[in-house]
């Protein structure tokens, strides 16, 4: 497919309701994104159409593709709006499958004085099309490498009788990572409120997506989903609704085109 040359490559500056209207039905690989939520970020007074974006993503995004959405939701009254969870029962009921719920938890989270505990996490809803086409899965090393396994159990019956599910093999050297991600909030830049581990983003697009691939970002803020998109290869295009943080995203990728 040939993609609109207004489209490909680009950072556009505009309402991502709008901008979307031009792409073409099963178009995107990937989106990786995290929209606005709640009254948690100032997002210089633009509006946010949750549901309309929802519909017009499930129209560009390619059968087998993947959407990562990132959110979490804010305390009013003493009570958490459960909004993460209203959008991602939303996604379901307009045909993407949930396929899988990731936590990023944030190792250099803020403290904050009330009576809960500090707020760690943020969701990452992971939104599939069909089946996903691309799965590309972060290996990393296990802990009890070389060890044998003969003393492991496998499963435990409701008797509480436990039985061994392991022959006498090793423990190979590395596993499939788990999807619970501690990650630095990071986002390599300054001047936007809410932005994006370059990490995070990385990972999904290397997860999710195959070099060639096209990844949305359409709220793209400061540029972090599409920075790591072109690092990685892949095509990209960022969607934003704010000149100042156009702007941001646009001089990080030309830094990149520098080194």
């Not at 490559?9 to 979307?20: A, H, P, S, T």
């Not at 948690?40 to 059968?63: C, P, S, W």
């Not at 499958?97 to 760690?120: C, F, S, W």
């Not at 990385?202 to 999710?208: G, L, P």
């Amino acid at each position: 497919m040939k993609y609109p040359e207004d489209y490909l490559n680009k950072i556009i500056q505009g309402d991502c309701l709008e901008v979307m209207k031009g792409m073409p039905d099963k178009s995107v690989d990937l989106v990786v994104t995290s929209p606005p939520y709640d009254n948690l970020r100032d997002y210089k007074g633009y509006t946010f159409n949750f549901e309309g974006i929802a519909n017009d993503l499930f129209r560009i995004v390619k059968d087998g593709g993947v959407v990562v959405w990132v959110v979490g939701d804010t305390t009013i009254n003493g009570s958490e709006t459960g909004t993460s969870f209203k959008q991602a029962l939303y996604f379901k009921e307009i045909g993407f499958n949930l396929h899988d719920t990731m936590i990023y938890r944030k190792v250099n989270y803020i403290p904050l004085t009330h009576n809960r505990y500090e707020q760690a996490f943020e969701y990452m809803f992971i939104f599939s099309k069909g089946k996903p086409k691309t799965f590309n899965p972060i290996m990393i090393e296990c802990k009890s490498a070389g060890q044998k396994t003969d003393k492991r159990t496998f499963y435990q019956d409701t008797s509480g009788f436990t039985s061994t599910g392991h022959d006498n093999s090793e423990v190979k050297q590395i596993k499939q990572k788990e999807n619970v991600w501690d990650l630095s909030t990071n986002a390599g830049t300054t001047g936007h409120p809410a932005q994006f581990s370059e990490k995070l983003a990385q990972d999904h697009i290397k997860s999710w997506s195959n070099k060639g691939a096209v990844v949305l970002d359409p709220m793209n803020g400061s540029g972090t989903t599409t920075k790591m998109a072109k690092i990685l290869k892949r095509n990209f295009i960022g969607i934003e609704i704010s000149e100042d943080y156009c702007k941001i995203a646009r001089d990080r990728l030309k830094q990149q085109i520098l080194l």
